[in-house]
């Protein structure tokens, strides 16, 4: 009998101690302490199709001729996704474009945010950090999207953006025509 108690009693001491491993292990990797928790919580509640860690987001992203402040369109000024991808892909872009000047409309943005923007996807690249929306005009904007191809993006075609901006991706694999 005493050994049978024994057993119970070791049992329930070993399940208290893995919960507490575990619990202390969620709470750790959910916690960013910052500004980034209300961004996070943006992503669950809204049900986007990814959700981001802590690790994720940086507060200084920026390429040669983009600056973090640019970069960041977002709600929050000190966090934004800014994914490595995006950053060669815009570089490479200008250049194929003759190293002439970009204004960026949009590049990050939080789910929040993103909501707002009219005609915006609700799973929109810009909430993956890999995405930009390039200023045009009906002259420039042929040129420019096919400079963001040969930087090997995914390009929107003109009848879902029209010819005011140039959405650009580099999300990997392309929708068709894009
Ligand atoms: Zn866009």
Same mark, same amino acid.
């Given at each position: ?8 009693? !070791? ?14 292990? +969620? ?15 943006? %992503?669950?509640? !809204? ?10 987001? $940086? ?27 995006? +950053?060669?892909?815009?570089? $490479? ?7 002439? @000047? ?5 590049? %990050? ?16 690249? #810009?909430? #993956?950090? *890999? ?14 999207? !096919?400079?963001?191809? *040969? ?6 075609? !003109?009848?879902? @953006? ?17």
């Amino acid at each position: 009998m005493s050994c049978l108690r024994l057993g119970t009693w !070791q049992t329930a001491n070993i399940a208290a101690v893995v919960f507490a491993v575990l619990a202390g292990s +969620l709470f750790a990797s959910a916690a960013c302490n910052d500004d980034r928790d209300k961004m996070i919580k943006e %992503y669950v509640d !809204q049900t986007i199709d990814f959700t981001p860690a802590c690790g994720d987001f $940086t507060s200084d992203g920026h390429s040669t001729h983009f600056t973090f402040a640019e970069l960041n369109t977002g709600d929050f000024s000190a966090w934004a996704i800014l994914r490595g991808s995006l +950053l060669s892909g815009i570089e $490479t872009t200008r250049t194929k474009n003759g190293n002439a @000047s970009l204004t960026v409309n949009s590049a %990050y943005r939080n789910p929040k945010h993103n909501s707002g923007v009219e005609g915006a996807a609700k799973n929109s690249r #810009h909430l #993956h950090g *890999d995405a930009i929306d390039f200023q045009s005009d009906e002259d420039s904007w042929g040129g420019l999207r !096919q400079a963001g191809k *040969d930087a090997s993006a995914c390009a929107e075609p !003109q009848a879902l @953006s029209g010819t005011g901006h140039v959405h650009l991706d580099w999300r990997g694999t392309c929708p068709a025509n894009w």
